[in-house]
């Protein structure tokens, strides 16, 4: 899986899956570890389809500030789990607030 500000791309022996954030219709979080999305296929069909990854909050967020910047997980700040930040700190990786990061990138 290849997860970039423009775009995801997941390929295993049987699938692959090429998500450029700009094309989606929508997407949103439904499970832990999972975003589920929907998008106008090459074919002109609409497709839904979901992608369970322990990057589905990073996944979330790039293409929520890409694509749908009013989205209200986003602006609610409801796209990580509560702890994160704790768990970030307990891993000796502690990071500023998460949510603050999102609300900082909207303001420029």
Known sequence: MTLTPRRLHFANSTCELDLDWRALSAIELV???????????TRGQQVMTRVHTPWASLAFVVAAITAFPAHPRLLSRGWLPSDFEQRCALLGRPCRPAAQ????????
């Open 31 to 41: 499970a832990p570890d999972t975003f589920q999305t929907s998008f106008i296929s």
């Open 101 to 108: 990061l999102t609300a900082e990138r909207r303001a420029h």
